[in-house]
């Protein structure tokens, strides 16, 4: 069943709903365009690659999107931890995206997560699955960037 889902989310982003204009090295998805960062930074110096590359942490928006990008991160091993775009640091247990500062309203918590403390940042975890932990953001992961639709050039 993995085979099949993946094989139609490579038909999706080859055919797709949405065609982007994106930047070289980035993978296009229903309008956005994601960098898979292929070296390990903490979770502010990632952002800080992010925003070099005209990007942002990226946002998980809802199951489809989130499903996508579980789906290519499992082409991706031996990579464990991906840093997203989301953080408790202002307030603890109160998660807000970075790039606009709203609340999360679509989550794909590990049934052991978040676990609060000092792991305010959070990361797609593969050994959950690619469902999200949080992490201590000082920790050196792997990263995705996004530029959202808004963002991209919509080109079809």
């Not at 502010?44 to 998980?60: F, G, I, K, T």
């Not at 307030?91 to 790039?99: I, K, L, P, R, Y």
């Not at 309203?105 to 590990?110: F, G, N």
Request: contains cysteine.
């Amino acid at each position: 069943m993995n085979n099949i889902f993946g094989l139609l989310l490579l038909f999706m982003t080859l055919t797709g709903c949405w065609a982007t204009n994106c930047q070289d090295n980035f993978l296009a998805f229903h309008g956005s365009c994601y960098l898979f960062g292929d070296i390990q930074l903490s979770f502010y110096e990632a952002e800080h690659y992010c925003n070099q590359h005209d990007a942002h942490l990226v946002h998980v928006d809802d199951s489809l999107e989130g499903d996508f990008l579980k789906e290519h991160l499992r082409h991706l091993k031996p990579f464990d931890l991906w840093w997203m775009g989301l953080t408790d640091e202002i307030a603890e247990g109160h998660f807000v995206w970075t790039d606009d500062n709203t609340p999360a309203q679509y989550t794909d918590w590990h049934a052991s997560q978040p676990n609060g403390g000092v792991e305010d940042c959070v990361v797609f975890a593969a050994y959950f699955g690619f469902q999200w932990g949080d992490l201590d953001c000082t920790a050196k992961e792997n990263f995705i960037c996004e530029i959202q639709s808004g963002e991209a050039e919509v080109v079809g």
